[in-house]
């Protein structure tokens, strides 16, 4: 499919702006050191451990380093799942994510051998406990721990702590922890990107250019921006791009990693549209990813129209035209 380069038009405020709800999230796997290794590894067979400091007092969780002499804490301390709350607070309404789906209190916990308290997730049934301060409980584990501090489920009042599991001395240590992270917002597209994003939606590649006072036209970009990066100037006009252009810059991935779609090798390049001033970020296909190079013309490749949303996606990927390769001097501006 090639799209039709038309002249400019102006951008219509009366359409007002698209908006979605919109989730970012990643795992972050981080490795834990020796210390809080031991924490995560004790937790995984249902027992919980402290670190010694210079002055005698059990941290818990384990401190990695005395904060008094600084220097690093070795002496691993087993202490009781059980403890007395010393301070709380109640949680009437709990998030998404938070440890219980019923009200529930957060409390600052020291368990009987730890001088730091620990702050966890104590479970009243959903009822408010009118006073906690004082109150002997204990930690509940997940019915499969697997060496994280959402191993205890939660502690629960009663002085009785909960069988431990066996020793794992088989299983490797704990070393590495995954730790999900996520937010989610109500994002509101500016007057260009949701001309932009319309625009995609019937298959046209909209740019976004400004006009100097005099009445010159600067750079195009794509996709449009607010203002011009360059001047400040606003962008005032939109123009329909063609959907050929040619690789600037790329590379090639060879790595795997969690959630990929494409098995490696692949090349992911940036394609300067035949109009634009500036290159964008798209995967180039149908040709062995050793013969990609600065310079080839490529042309896209769209999904079939019933598949076509509100993003760039709309274009599956981009594969050689046949064309002969641009000159190096009509694109080395844009590397």
Same mark, same amino acid.
């Given at each position: $499919?090639?799209?039709?380069?038309?002249?400019?038009?102006?951008?219509?405020?009366?359409?007002?702006?698209?908006?979605?709800?919109?989730?970012?999230?990643?795992?972050?796997?981080?490795? !834990?050191?020796?210390?809080?290794?031991?924490?995560?590894?004790?937790?995984?067979? *249902?027992?919980?451990? @402290?670190?010694?400091?210079?002055?005698?007092?059990?941290?818990?969780?384990?401190?990695?380093?005395?904060?008094?002499?600084?220097?690093?804490?070795?002496?691993? !301390?087993? !202490?009781?799942?059980?403890?007395?709350?010393?301070?709380?607070?109640?949680?009437?309404?709990?998030?998404? @994510?938070?440890?219980?789906?019923?009200?529930?209190?957060?409390?600052?916990?020291?368990?009987?051998? +730890?001088?730091?308290?620990?702050?966890?997730?104590?479970?009243?049934?959903?009822?408010?406990?009118?006073?906690?301060?004082?109150?002997?409980?204990?930690?509940?584990?997940?019915?499969?721990?697997?060496?994280?501090?959402?191993?205890?489920?939660?502690?629960?009042? @009663?002085?009785?702590?909960?069988?431990?599991?066996? +020793?794992?001395?088989? *299983?490797?240590?704990?070393?590495?922890?995954?730790?999900?992270?996520?937010?989610?917002?109500?994002?509101?597209?500016?007057?260009?990107?949701?001309?932009?994003?319309?625009?995609?939606?019937?298959?046209?590649?909209?740019?976004?250019?400004?006009?100097?006072?005099?009445?010159?036209?600067?750079?195009?970009?794509?996709?449009? *921006?607010?203002?011009?990066?360059?001047?400040?100037?606003?962008?005032?006009?939109?123009?329909?791009?063609?959907?050929?252009?040619?690789?600037?810059?790329?590379?090639?991935?060879?790595?795997?990693?969690?959630?990929?779609?494409?098995?490696?090798?692949?090349?992911?390049?940036?394609?300067?549209?035949?109009?634009?001033?500036?290159?964008?970020?798209?995967?180039?296909?149908?040709?062995?990813?050793?013969?990609?190079? $600065?310079? $080839?013309? !490529?042309?896209?490749?769209?999904?079939?129209?019933?598949?076509?949303?509100?993003?760039?996606?709309?274009?599956?990927?981009?594969?050689?035209?046949?064309?002969?390769?641009?000159?190096?001097?009509?694109?080395?501006?844009?590397?």
């Amino acid at each position: $499919m090639n799209a039709r380069h038309t002249g400019p038009s102006l951008i219509d405020d009366r359409e007002p702006p698209l908006s979605a709800p919109l989730k970012l999230s990643f795992d972050y796997t981080r490795s !834990v050191g020796p210390v809080l290794g031991a924490f995560f590894t004790a937790l995984r067979s *249902r027992r919980i451990v @402290g670190t010694r400091g210079s002055d005698g007092r059990v941290f818990v969780p384990p401190a990695e380093y005395d904060p008094v002499t600084y220097q690093a804490l070795t002496e691993v !301390v087993p !202490v009781s799942a059980v403890g007395t709350v010393v301070s709380w607070t109640w949680q009437p309404e709990p998030l998404e @994510g938070q440890p219980l789906d019923r009200p529930f209190a957060w409390a600052l916990i020291r368990l009987d051998g +730890a001088d730091i308290a620990l702050l966890h997730a104590v479970d009243t049934d959903g009822e408010h406990p009118g006073d906690l301060t004082g109150a002997r409980v204990h930690a509940h584990w997940v019915d499969e721990p697997v060496g994280a501090i959402t191993d205890i489920a939660c502690f629960r009042p @009663g002085e009785d702590a909960e069988p431990v599991a066996e +020793a794992d001395d088989d *299983r490797d240590p704990v070393t590495l922890l995954v730790c999900p992270s996520s937010i989610e917002i109500q994002h509101s597209a500016s007057q260009p990107e949701s001309a932009y994003l319309r625009a995609l939606q019937q298959g046209k590649l909209l740019g976004g250019r400004s006009v100097a006072a005099d009445g010159t036209p600067g750079p195009t970009y794509f996709p449009p *921006r607010e203002a011009d990066p360059v001047t400040g100037t606003t962008m005032t006009e939109f123009v329909e791009l063609p959907d050929t252009g040619t690789v600037t810059t790329f590379a090639i991935i060879n790595i795997p990693f969690p959630g990929q779609r494409i098995k490696p090798p692949y090349v992911a390049a940036y394609v300067l549209l035949d109009g634009a001033d500036i290159p964008f970020l798209h995967l180039v296909t149908e040709i062995d990813a050793d013969q990609v190079r $600065m310079g $080839m013309r !490529v042309a896209a490749v769209w999904k079939p129209r019933e598949q076509w949303g509100l993003g760039i996606d709309n274009i599956d990927y981009f594969r050689p035209s046949g064309e002969p390769d641009a000159d190096y001097d009509s694109y080395k501006h844009h590397l």
